[in-house]
């Protein structure tokens, strides 16, 4: 079963850039769709962002023009590039994989979930 450990997190000004990593153990995530999705404190999770194995991409409206996310399937690993960040970017954040193998969906949608990692946006 795949694990994830989320990375790169940390504390930035308005309009910094961050790169999160989020490396799986346990198997190869080569086959599946991996989404980065974020809670901040009271909220309820959202995901921000999916990548199929094929490449294909979406975002929410709230990141497009601002973050990429891509995988590296040789590192086992998926990155989300965060750049023009806003205070209201702060949140945990996470990955996971999708339970449907290939395609993306609300976080119901995925399993294996990591840690997270905090990305704090303030001046």
């Known amino acids: 079963q795949l694990q994830f450990v989320e990375s790169g997190g940390g504390l930035v000004q308005p309009g910094g850039s961050l790169r999160l990593s989020c490396t799986a153990s346990?198997?190869?995530?080569?086959?599946?769709?991996i989404g980065w999705f974020r809670q901040a404190p009271g909220k309820e999770r959202e995901g921000v962002s999916c990548i199929k194995p094929t490449g294909s991409t979406n975002y929410a409206d709230s990141v497009k023009g601002r973050f990429t996310i891509s995988r590296d399937n040789a590192k086992n690993t998926v990155y989300l590039q965060m750049n023009s960040l806003k205070p209201e970017d702060t949140a945990v954040y996470l990955c996971?994989?999708?339970?449907?193998?290939?395609?993306?969906?609300?976080?119901?949608?995925?399993?294996?979930w990591g840690q997270g990692t905090q990305v704090t946006v303030s001046s």
């Open positions: 996971a994989v999708s339970r449907s193998w290939d395609q993306c969906g609300d976080s119901a949608d995925f399993g294996s």
């Open positions: 346990g198997g190869t995530l080569r086959y599946y769709a």
